[in-house]
């Protein structure tokens, strides 16, 4: 069963998740024609391997630390932290410790 998205001003709470961290998944919050937010949950140790996305996005680390890496340079991301990323810019994430993103996603029209 897919989680339902949020609607057109429906309030969505983005504390910090703290000792629920580890029960927790990756969930997206909404997802429009050219726009889609996401909760990532990346358990310590984590790593997603170099990629590309197809438009802009942004990462805002919620909590935790998150290695970054972006053109050959690793940057740590602490809570608070937040990047901007051109499209098909290669990047590679890697956590550090349990930790928390809010993903934003340009989306291209028919992708």
């Known amino acids: 069963m897919a989680l339902p998205h949020a609607s ?3 309030i969505v709470r983005l504390d910090p998740l703290g000792e629920r961290l580890t029960e927790s998944v990756s969930t997206a919050l ?3 024609a050219q726009l889609e937010v996401v909760r990532l949950v990346l358990p310590r ?3 997603m391997r170099d990629h590309r996305v197809q438009g802009e996005i ?3 680390c919620l909590e935790g630390v998150i290695d970054l890496t972006v053109d050959g340079r690793t940057q740590p991301m602490h ?3 937040l990047v901007y990323l051109a499209a098909g810019q290669p990047h590679a994430l890697h956590a550090v410790q349990d930790s928390s993103l809010l993903l ?3 989306l291209l029209p028919g992708v």
């Open 8 to 10: 057109p001003g429906q």
């Open 30 to 32: 909404f997802k429009a």
């Open 58 to 60: 942004t990462l805002h």
């Open 45 to 47: 140790g984590h790593t």
């Open 79 to 81: 809570a608070g932290d």
């Open 104 to 106: 934003t996603l340009c």
